[in-house]
């Protein structure tokens, strides 16, 4: 059957793949999405399509539309930039909620939101499950994200309790994968421009922090499924890659992958960064069905056969140089 689905944030790194797909399956799909980190290139394929439209529009002011289903994305991951302007971060994510929550209760549909495993903090369950009520900072140059996100689940739960909205809550774990922002901060884009380009690799403290990487084709086949759930559902399920890696050993295979000579620098540790995450998936596994398919090797090749494309379209400078150089 084919519904019309909202997807705020529709513009970032996930939610253009998510539009993507939705699209493809033969649903009407509207992107808003106020381009804080989302491109409008990133929806290239789409604009133009008749099932397609992109609003520009701040989910943290009311926004009427009738639709069948809204995937709440909008506010940005990357710490840098959630980091820039942390007030509009958590009113992004609390506002947005209000508003995203609002409409589905007007119009009876059900809504899931994109939480995150920040929501753990710097966890001291390890691996992390559902009910593991988390370490956060309340104070802390995170907490702008982490709090806002919490409160913002707090909020679907609540909706759901008060006024029977059909909520899905997904708790994403670190995903990567094409079309992430050159720019955008985050260590695994980071570290295949700072390769590709031959720079020198920036790893934050000792390199022995863990997170678990999740292929963004293999979140988005999760958060469908999630959607499309039939019983009821009142609390969060982790979506991630249980593959937990060291940012010292994610450095070393983009390295090897890239062929770079990039060396590795260390810079110092980020406030509140926490040591270590990695997702228990069994609720998702045993809910939906579904577990990653996509590995860190192969996922890592297409982004940073992804990243290659972007670099030379740029014709950025630095691979200039080196081409330049190899045919000299
Ligand atoms: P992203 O920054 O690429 O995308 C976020 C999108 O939201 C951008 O297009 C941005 O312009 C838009 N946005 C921000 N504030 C907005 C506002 N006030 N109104 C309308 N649009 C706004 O990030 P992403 O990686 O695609 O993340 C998507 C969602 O998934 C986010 O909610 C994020 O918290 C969550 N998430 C992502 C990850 C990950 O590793 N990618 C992990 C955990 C949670
Ligand atoms: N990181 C790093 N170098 C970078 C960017 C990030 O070593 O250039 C580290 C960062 O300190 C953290 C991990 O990589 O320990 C993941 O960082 P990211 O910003 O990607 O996500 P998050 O910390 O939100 O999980």
Request: charged share 25%.
């Amino acid at each position: 059957m084919q519904k019309r689905i909202l997807v705020t944030g529709g513009a970032g790194f996930v939610g253009c793949h998510l539009c993507e797909r939705l699209v493809a399956q033969g649903h009407q799909v509207i992107a808003v999405d106020n381009y804080y980190t989302g491109r409008r290139e990133n929806l290239t394929a789409l604009l133009g399509l008749p099932n397609f439209e992109a609003l520009r529009h701040d989910v943290t002011f009311p926004l009427y539309l009738e639709v069948d289903e809204i995937y709440n994305l909008a506010c940005p991951a990357s710490p840098v930039h959630y980091q820039r302007d942390p007030v509009q971060t958590t009113k992004t994510s609390v506002l947005g909620a209000i508003n995203m929550l609002g409409m589905a209760k007007r119009l009876g549909i059900p809504i899931l939101q994109a939480s995150t495993s920040e929501i753990y903090g710097d966890p001291d369950v390890h691996p992390q499950v559902e009910d593991y009520r988390g370490l956060v900072s309340i104070s802390g140059p995170r907490a702008c994200y982490d709090e806002g996100k919490r409160c913002a689940e707090t909020l679907f739960y609540d909706y759901k309790r008060r006024h029977g909205v059909e909520i899905r809550v997904a708790r994403i774990f670190n995903t990567y994968g094409p079309r992430m922002n050159l720019e955008d901060g985050r260590v695994v884009s980071n570290f295949i421009v700072q390769a590709l380009r031959n720079e020198p690799i920036t790893l934050y403290g000792d390199g022995r922090q863990t997170r678990a990487f999740c292929f963004v084709d293999d979140l988005v086949e999760g958060l469908m499924r999630l959607m499309n759930v039939t019983q009821p559902l009142d609390s969060a399920v982790n979506l991630g890659n249980p593959v937990e890696t060291s940012m010292a050993e994610i450095a070393d295979l983009i390295i090897s992958l890239t062929g770079s000579r990039s060396p590795i620098v260390f810079r110092p540790l980020p406030q509140d960064d926490p040591r270590q995450r990695c997702p228990d998936i069994s609720k998702a596994q045993e809910l939906l069905h579904w577990r990653p398919k996509v590995s860190l090797q192969d996922g890592l090749k297409r982004t940073i056969s992804y990243f290659e494309g972007v670099l030379s379209r740029m014709q950025d400078p630095v691979r200039r140089v080196e081409v330049a150089r190899a045919n000299s």
